[in-house]
């Protein structure tokens, strides 16, 4: 739970090797997700790493509606090569509005790095114990030594001006707990606080990791392929065949055979691309993350990938290399689904600084880019 990718990150680093660790979701103790166990997880309250200066709700706006995101994961990925990087940990935010994300957008989503020496102010020099849970109420004076959000687990400017007990990223998360029942608590005599909670942040998970197997030494493999590539043949006749036929039924079309067959090539390209996704993922059909330091993601389509000018510079000048993706099966994790619109990816995919430099702020901002999958590859239609 603690520490697993330390090993993944060192080795995919320096053996400049294209191996992929994968990982899972799984159900813990709550405990066991807090900053002093360096963990990777999904949901929840973030677990900061470094504990002054965390991102603002300014810092964590959504670029479209403007509203505070929400913790959606972090990821736990030290380099211990260097010193600066003994403890690092990467933080994706994710706008709970559905409006919001729109196709091949990554304006709702924000991305943050941290990292700290061995030697540090907040955690000790040595391992933490893992067996012994701290007791509640030293969890809850943590969110007020360190000023956090007692909704949303982030940076917590404003204070109750009735009690001064809770704190808060904003005005919004205030009224949000005001209606959820700090009403009810606030300046109670016996000095209890509600322990009710907003519904507003994803399903708390850990995250963990394993190899990804490799693909060679498949005996049917050779097979397998042949017989793709026949089905693809077919599906490629038949697209052709309803070409014909949609330009025959409405009477003419100035189409050339050779327009029909461009068209046709490009659809069979995009339901290639994902089949190779498809293929890929299917021996571990619940992955919801791949961390390949400085590899290549898995794309779910071939449109909307990015070239080198699309991802930017880190604020050092260090350019920028791929450190995880994440998978659209942790939607289903995350109860998004919604009768109207509702927040989806085809994949997420995470770039950092190639020297995960130690310049600016504890909480250094990094890229994401958002890929949708093709509508062909959703209908199975042009």
């Not at 990718?5 to 294209?18: G, Q």
């Not at 509606?65 to 600066?84: E, I």
């Not at 020297?355 to 590859?377: I, M, R, V």
Request: aromatic share 10%; net charge negative.
């Amino acid at each position: 739970m603690t520490f697993d990718l330390t090993k993944m990150a060192e080795s995919a680093r320096e053996e400049k090797t294209s191996s992929v660790d994968l990982g899972f979701v799984e159900e813990t103790d709550s405990w066991k997700l807090l900053s002093r166990f360096f963990p990777s997880k999904v949901g929840g309250k973030p677990a900061w790493l470094a504990l002054k200066s965390v991102p603002t709700a300014c810092e964590l706006a959504c670029g479209v509606c403007g509203k505070p995101t929400v913790f959606l994961l972090q990821v736990y990925s030290p380099r211990t090569a260097q010193t600066t990087c003994f403890h690092r940990t990467v933080f994706v935010f994710c706008c709970r509005n559905p409006p919001c994300h729109a196709r091949n957008s990554a304006a709702p989503f924000r991305v943050y790095r941290s990292q700290l020496p061995r030697q540090n102010d907040f955690y000790d020099f040595e391992p933490p114990d893992e067996d012994t849970p701290p007791a509640e109420a030293e969890v809850l004076q943590a969110e007020k030594d360190w000023n956090l959000c007692c909704v949303c687990g982030c940076g917590g400017a404003k204070a109750c001006s009735r009690c001064h007990q809770v704190r808060y990223c904003g005005k919004e998360h205030q009224v949000l707990d005001w209606k959820a029942g700090h009403k009810a608590a606030c300046g109670a005599e016996d000095g209890s606080l509600s322990t009710a909670r907003v519904q507003l942040l994803f399903p708390e998970f850990d995250l963990v990791t394993e190899p990804e197997e490799s693909e060679e030494g498949e005996g049917d493999g050779e097979d397998a392929g042949k017989e793709e590539e026949e089905e693809k043949l077919r599906e490629y006749e038949d697209y052709m065949r309803q070409l014909r036929h949609n330009q025959e039924h409405a009477g003419g079309s100035d189409l050339k055979e050779k327009d029909l067959e461009a068209a046709a090539r490009q659809e069979t390209e995009e339901d290639q691309q994902f089949s190779i996704f498809r293929r890929r993922v299917r021996k571990e059909p619940e992955q919801v993350l791949r961390y390949d330091l400085g590899g290549a993601p898995l794309w779910v389509s071939r449109q909307h990938i990015p070239t080198a000018e699309d991802i930017p510079d880190c604020t050092c000048g260090a350019p920028r290399q791929l450190e995880f993706q994440v998978m659209p099966q942790l939607l289903n994790y995350l109860q998004v689904d919604s009768l109207k619109d509702s927040i989806d990816w085809g994949t997420l995919v995470v770039y950092t600084c190639v020297n995960s430099c130690d310049e600016g702020t504890a909480y250094h901002p990094e890229f994401l880019w958002k890929q949708d999958y093709s509508e062909t590859a959703l209908t199975g239609t042009p």
